[in-house]
């Protein structure tokens, strides 16, 4: 008897074990809406563009006035921009998840959560692995596993495909990357350098320790970029400044000035193509068939 009482116990004990979990855990899944009603606010341009890759365009309800990317999410309601979104809006649109990045500038997250808001934050990337990681981060909390990892998959393919291509190279030409002006410019603790740096070119400001530096005007002629890439000026801009005549880009009228620079500046899948169009027009620039 002693004996069966104690086999009784241990199946009793092997069903709390290996039942009960898997209660409570179908029943956390069932607390949170199906991705076909699930109500989504996007808080960062980049994340945006990663959600509607996902397939979940149909469900983001609210974005901020510098999601652009796809041209659907600016048909979306907009709620302001990350720094101060309008929580009014928020609240009347009743999302069930806010999607945004992480900042010390900004405490709106705390505020939305304050108000009840499930909201979900996610870091800045400073690396390209970083922005696989952040792919797969907002593929998981969405149930998107596996559409994120294809995503990353994808993004993975084409940069090797770009570092392969970038030893046909005959020279590394330097580059100074106008992000802003006056002069301001990318450095090294980017993913915009890192991808500049695979797609076969050297920044002249890589070696800066800031993700954003302003240089002076000597330091850019001094260290006399090959190639110029401007995201606010235009070429005939640029070849008039003073005193920049003598920089190899002004002379060989190696300027580009139409680069579609959110393709190089946000951290999502999509920096894989802005790789790829990049490295062409520097086979361009350089004079070499786009082929080889």
């Known amino acids: 008897m002693h004996r069966l009482w104690k086999y009784l116990a241990t199946i009793a004990i ?14 956390h899944v069932a607390s949170i809406p199906s991705n076909s009603g699930l109500k989504i606010i ?51 649109l009743d999302p ?30 400073f690396s390209i692995e970083e922005i696989y990681l952040l792919i ?6 969405l149930k998107k596993t596996d559409k994120a990892l294809s995503l990353v998959s994808s993004m993975r393919h084409k940069v090797a495909k770009v570092r392969e291509r970038a030893k046909k190279l ?10 802003d002006v006056p002069s301001w410019t990318i450095g090294g603790p980017t993913f915009t350098n890192e991808a500049i740096s ?40 640029i070849l008039s ?9 002004i002379k060989n009228h190696r300027i580009i000035d139409q680069f579609e620079h959110r393709l190089l500046v946000r951290a999502n899948h999509r920096l894989a193509d802005g790789m790829q169009s990049f490295q062409n027009l520097i086979f361009r620039q350089l004079g070499i068939s786009e082929d080889d």
């Open 198 to 237: 695979i797609c076969g070119a050297d920044n002249i400001f890589g070696d800066l320790d800031l993700r954003a530096p302003r240089v002076s005007e000597e330091i850019i002629i001094r260290n006399n970029p090959k190639i110029i890439l401007s995201f606010v000026s235009p070429s005939e801009d």
């Open 42 to 92: 996007s808080l960062a341009p980049h994340i945006t563009t990663i959600i509607f890759a996902l397939g979940l365009g149909d469900n983001v309800v609210g974005v901020t006035t510098y999601c652009d990317d796809p041209p659907s999410a600016t048909l979306k309601t907009q709620v302001g921009d990350f720094i101060q979104p309008n929580l009014e809006m928020i609240l009347k």
């Open 14 to 27: 092997t069903l709390v074990i290996l039942v009960l979990p898997q209660f409570f855990r179908s029943q």
């Open 96 to 125: 069930d998840l806010i999607l945004t990045q992480r900042s010390d500038s900004s405490h709106s997250s705390q505020k939305l959560r304050d108000l009840g808001q499930s909201v979900v934050e996610f870091s800045s990337p």
């Open 241 to 249: 400044r003073p005193g920049w005549d003598s920089i190899d880009a």
């Open 170 to 179: 005959p020279i590394r030409p330097t580059i100074y990357i106008e992000n």
């Open 136 to 141: 797969e981060s907002v593929g998981r909390s």
